[in-house]
């Protein structure tokens, strides 16, 4: 049984090499360059939303902190396909593994805080104390800050792991239920298979807004520092 419900999470092999490289490489498909004087569609509302969501994240950000444009976007584009590709039967889901999401985590959180000690030295080395602070606790209100600034990376990536991992687990778990109670009882089964369908879509939507968490939480960490 516990074999069975994390199976789902051990990293695929061929022929006893490792595909994960593969796999994280494939949601790149899935946005085409457009080469065409009128696009359709598909590409149309791709671009759409991108647009979209680069005006509201980047609205707070000056000129430095706009160049990280096409990162944040790559970013959120990258975690969302991921995780959408995730949920499809007998499929990996990369975000569900911590090395990974700390992969992603670690380079972004450095890029930002060496970015707000080149530009902004005085005001990044400012919040390792607050104005007014008592003098006693000085020594000790530096420690907790060092530790709320190395602890930043941590959280983004236990967070993106632990809801993605939450929600296949739930959801395994109750489609076994389902499976299990169709000989025993058809109306439980069908209550049971109603709250996976709603699961299931609910799933979608943290798939997205897991994505859209991440990549805002290192736009403001970047605005902090910029």
């Not at 990536?157 to 000989?183: C, K, P, Q």
């Not at 699961?199 to 960490?221: G, M, N, P, R």
Request: charged residues 5%.
């Amino acid at each position: 049984m516990n074999e069975n419900l994390f199976a789902s999470f051990t990293t695929p092999t061929m022929m006893g090499l490792p595909i994960v490289v593969l796999i994280i490489m494939f949601p790149s498909i899935l946005f085409p360059s457009p080469n065409r004087l009128i696009n359709n569609r598909l590409i149309s509302l791709q671009q759409w939303l991108v647009q979209s969501t680069t005006k509201q994240m980047l609205a707070i950000h000056n000129h430095k902190g706009q160049t990280w444009t096409l990162m944040l976007m790559s970013l959120i584009l990258f975690i969302g396909s991921t995780n959408l590709l995730g949920l499809l039967p007998h499929s990996f889901t990369p975000t569900t593994q911590l090395s990974m999401n700390l992969g992603m985590a670690i380079p972004l959180w450095a890029g930002t805080v060496i970015t707000g000690f080149r530009h902004k030295t005085k005001a990044s080395l400012a919040h390792f104390l607050p104005q007014g602070t008592p003098t006693p606790l000085i020594p000790m209100l530096v420690v907790i800050e060092t530790i709320s600034l190395f602890i930043q990376p941590v959280a983004l990536a236990v967070r993106l792991t632990a809801n993605i991992t939450a929600g296949h687990l739930l959801m395994h778990l109750i489609g076994g239920a389902t499976l299990a109670l169709t000989s025993i009882s058809t109306p439980i089964a069908l209550v049971t298979l109603i709250i996976l369908v709603l699961l299931t879509i609910l799933e979608f939507a943290v798939a997205l807004i897991q994505a859209y968490v991440f990549t805002l939480l290192v736009s403001l960490y970047l605005h902090d520092n910029t």
